[in-house]
């Protein structure tokens, strides 16, 4: 190419904001500005520049000289205690105002399932009302400076009863339109002005490349292109498009690969290279942060490979500081994620000199808050934290207030749209979110559309249900707990079809018991139920969504073949091996988590009067051929999906796909171990070495340590030394039923490799008195490092034992394998859930090889 041609090339890509020229780049360091666009929002690039090095990024909101000029007076008038306060960040659960006050705490956060009053169904006046006690107690102390309110409003405000819930960001992706993301913002942050937050963590910037990942669905896609131009416009959405001044707080998380971690691990080791992490999983902070967003929260994981060892990122002053500071230049605030610093070596929950030195800026202490702050006073004055790296983190925070308008402001009722419930309400939009994100993958005898006088049986778990329509992080951080009452401004997919349709021509049968014969169509709405994070991790078990959801294959079962054709709509949180579904069904839809507008899928199925032009959206994620088809991403040897990114049938397009190959695998990689021969031993009287007793509740989540006299107690759970055989051979838990708790045996060095108890066919083994049966659920689970875990119900064992006498438990290691339990890392074996009240002794807790094959053992299907 000539240097004219070379040149020119250059300036075109200097002019689509994909380099900048400016930006205060060091010499031959790539820069980034705000993007190209098209109709009026950032565009989606066919390519990508590759980078050679962090890009120095140009944010489109800045300060004046001012600004700058205020916050150094605002910071020299501190006291250290004051300075570190503003660092912290309680959870609204575990600090009243008054401490607020008293403590001059910077910010508050409600996780997912926390609301005022512990008030599922909480008012905006509610939210208010606490919302401006909060204002009141941190304007009204020494320093005056207004606390901040953060929230994970990641799909919607979706703690919020009465808020509409859009798709998961997986779903917005499939839609392929970056101003649909940016209207999706702007409503978000209209329903936060509500109930009188000023902060989200969103938007969610992971570029998932192993679908295996719990957290795939709060991930765009798997093409970064589409990741940069939508974190733009989210961020753009939430923060409005002033230059000095934002609107509600937007955070780019987690920084900074994620998404890449080896086995879609949640909160695991990402291998990726530098020129990985920065042309793959930086992308979309590009796009975030030219677009200003204000805060960055650090990811979970850890940057490690043969190359490099970083470690926890929390930690990680390369890449906090060096990079993201430094070489990006991001002058907003770093925020770490919840309990984040206690992963970094050294560290524990309330205190972490390494994180706070790496660059983190505040401090998510949700219940240790107190601690947190007399231990860094503590490390500052001892000088194990420079105060001029404290200056630093509160320079920024008092930065993003000034941005945020909160320096100025006024208290949250008497900002715009303040409790006003109608404003909860984005249903349209909502409903346009999912007519554009469903992604048509069968059509097999142009099945659909539907004619508007059809009749349709409906079948499957999902038809008329809120609860997997919006999946995790809805509610409740699980997303689990939901009834369709919980969303009173909902529609379910069956309920859309009823409007569609008529309610006269929809009959609906869960478990599919009726006759299809008669009925123009069966419509079977099918997939998983919640998860988030960790808890949605599969670990070595394979997308086999077959074994995943057993009970949604029967149901196909029960209606294909019948005379009616059969329509699948598929909800999930990740594309999965669904060829035994796909084979069962005429027309397949990937309808994603398409939140409470269930009617937009209908508008889809059914032609109707209305004027929309049908199936329209594509594949963000490649689809998989086999059961272990992951990672699966363009570029990498073997690339064969079964449909790849960007693909995606309109509503008039005939094709034809043939029968698919049904071949099952239920677990991927190598399982190894060898075999156990030996008993492993956990609780003989006492926990045997190395595990320990540990309780855990609401109280304190993290766990308090059985005393030496085998005692702790929280206000829902204590234990004591109990009696099965002989004195104090036991360990008796006592549930209250005033809210959930369990005991467990923990080893506090971390996992150990037990994937020979799996190949020797073990079972965890306990001797019991019931003492009271419990009143509701009850589980066992065991734990393979946080988030990491599988958990199998008891509820019908436990209620099936005689009071008073003494039974063995037999449970098969099996289950816990088939719930997700990696055994390559096992540090809780043994754990012991309830919710209601509950009292039973156990003695003699162990895992045993050979004993799941036992006559008295229980079965997996016994289970639940």
Known sequence: MSRRHLGAVLAAVLAAGLISAGAHASPGQPAVGEPRTENGCARIEKSLPVLSDWPRVHSRVESSAADERRIRKILGSLTLAEKVGQMTQAEISAITPDEVRAYGIGSVLNSGGSWPGKDKYATPAAWLDLADAYWAASTSSRTGIPALWGTGAVHGHNNVYGATIFPHNIGLGAAHDPCLVREVGQATATQLRVTGQDWTFAPGLAVPQDDRWGDTYQGYSEDPRITRAYGYEAVKGLQGADRRRVGVLATAKHFVGDGGTTGGRDQGVTPASAAELINTHGQGYYGALAAGAQTVMVSFGSWTNAEVDEGKLHGSKAVLTDVLKGKIGFDGLVLSEWNGIAQVPGCSNYSCPRAINAGVDVVMAPTDWKAFIANTVADVEQGRIPIARVDDAVTRILRVKLRAGVLDGRKPSARPNAGSAPALRARELARKAVRESQVLLKNNGGVLPLSARSRVLVVGKSADSLANQTGGWTSSWQGTGNTNADFPNGTTVLGGLREALGAANVVFSEAGEVDPAGFDAVIAVLGETPYADGNGDLGKRSLEAALLQPQDLAVLDKVRGRGAPVVTVYLSGRP?????????????????????????????????RHTYPGFTGRLSYSWPRAACHTPLN??????????????????WQRTTLGQLDETSEARCGDDGGGTATEDLGLFAGKAVAPYRGYISSPDNWDGTEFGPDGTAAHSTIAVA???????????????????????????????????????????VVFDVVVHRPPAGRTALSAHCGWPCLAEVDLTKVFTGLPVGQKSTVKIPISCLAAAGLDL?????????????????????????????????????????
């Open 824 to 864: 390559e890392k096992v540090n809780i074996p043994f754990l012991l859930f309830a919710d209601s009240p509950f009292q039973a002794s156990f003695a003699n807790v162990r895992w045993v090889p050979r004993a799941a094959g036992d006559p008295d053992a229980k079965t997996c299907a016994d289970l639940g």
């Open 721 to 763: 030394p109990g009696q099965v055989d002989a004195p104090s051979d036991a360990v008796r838990g006592t549930w209250t039923g005033t809210g959930p708790g369990q005991f467990y045996f923990a080893d506090p060095a971390g996992g150990t490799d037990r994937r020979g108890y799996l190949n020797a066919n073990s079972a």
């Open 576 to 608: 999965l091996y669904v060829n035994k579904e796909l084979n069962r069904s005429d027309a397949f839809v990937a309808s994603w988590l398409p939140g409470t507008e269930g009617g937009g899928v209908a508008d889809l199925l059914v032609r109707g």
């Open 634 to 651: 363009p570029g990498q040897d073997g690339y064969d999906p079964l449909f790849k990114a960007g693909y995606g049938l309109t509503s």
